[in-house]
């Protein structure tokens, strides 16, 4: 397992992390690692996997296209998620002794794409509890603010809310039967919270928080933005299937047991551990 990260970041890079649930890791990955994964968008689009959501038939211009669970399929992802070393990033920002991959999502959103990513957490979409569970969002093209690169409500992560799933696609149902709390209108009222954007180059990393508030303005530039965001499971995450969560992992693909840690080395492989 690599341990480039381990001792790389600062103190405070971690607290940076702790304190706002997010935190920007310039250069974080080589550019021909990146470069890989932007080959392999062009593949999913042509040939999509099985779990994707795509906007391309909505009367609103552009597309967002999404991708997930390529890690086993993909050698690509699989050389990401287990030869880069973004396991040990996610440890080291999380301060966990072990990470579990949960899944990898490939998200493309093409120029002139006018839909918004939505305001939305992570926690509530996932079949987990636990504070140690983050995403390592690595950007593939360069991307400014305009150009549909992240935004957060700095701090949000630390609300000790929790709000309900919508779908990405504006379709009517991710699910009809969920758990939470509407999302604030938080477009519409920016200036009343702490909202922080991140410019990114090729192979910089943004690392969030599962509970963080976050989203993505449509893509108003000429160029396509493609991420690939890795979800980690750090020390203290039980498995915690629940109405309106991922529908693609269940209680019937995983040994894991509701309450508990999932040690299921098939479904959740550790990506990153200290010993
Ligand atoms: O890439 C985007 O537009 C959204 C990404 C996101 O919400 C995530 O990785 O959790």
């Known amino acids: 397992m690599i341990d ?17 649930g997010v935190l920007h890791v310039p250069g974080a990955f080589d550019v021909d690692v990146v470069a890989e994964i932007a080959v392999l ?5 042509a040939e999509p996997g099985p ?12 597309r967002l296209f999404t991708s997930r669970y390529l890690w086993r399929d993909e050698p690509v992802v699989h050389r990401f998620a287990f030869r880069t070393g973004v396991a040990g990033l996610a440890a080291a920002c999380m301060g966990s ?13 093409e120029p002139g794409t006018a839909s918004p990513t939505p305001w939305h957490q992570d926690i509530p979409y996932w079949p987990f509890l636990g504070r140690s569970i983050c995403s390592v969002w690595v950007a593939c093209s360069a991307a400014t603010v305009e150009e549909s690169s992240l935004e957060f409500v700095r701090g949000s992560h630390r609300w000790d809310r929790y709000f309900a799933p919508e779908s990405f696609d504006g ?5 009809d039967d969920f758990i939470g709390e ?18 990114v180059e090729r192979g910089d990393a943004i690392v969030f928080s599962a509970w963080i508030v976050h989203g993505s303005p449509g893509n ?6 493609v991420a690939l965001s890795t979800r980690w499971l750090g020390d203290d995450v039980v498995w915690h299937p ?6 693609t992992v269940t209680d019937d693909d995983t040994t894991a047991v509701p309450g508990e840690y999932p040690a299921d080395d098939h479904r959740f492989p550790v990506g990153w551990s200290a010993t």
């Open 220 to 225: 108003a530039g000429t160029e396509r933005r």
């Open 171 to 175: 379709s009517a149902g991710w699910t």
């Open 4 to 20: 480039r990260w381990h001792g790389a970041l600062s103190d405070e890079q971690i607290r940076t992390f702790a304190d706002d």
């Open 97 to 109: 002794s072990s990470v579990r991959l949960y899944f990898d999502h490939l998200l493309v959103k």
């Open 242 to 247: 629940h109405p309106g969560c991922d529908p």
């Open 182 to 199: 509407p999302m604030p209108d938080i477009e519409g009222a920016r200036d009343d919270y702490d909202i922080v954007g991140f410019d």
């Open 41 to 45: 968008a062009d593949r999913q689009l």
């Open 51 to 62: 779990w994707v959501t795509d906007t391309a038939n909505d009367p609103e211009p552009g």
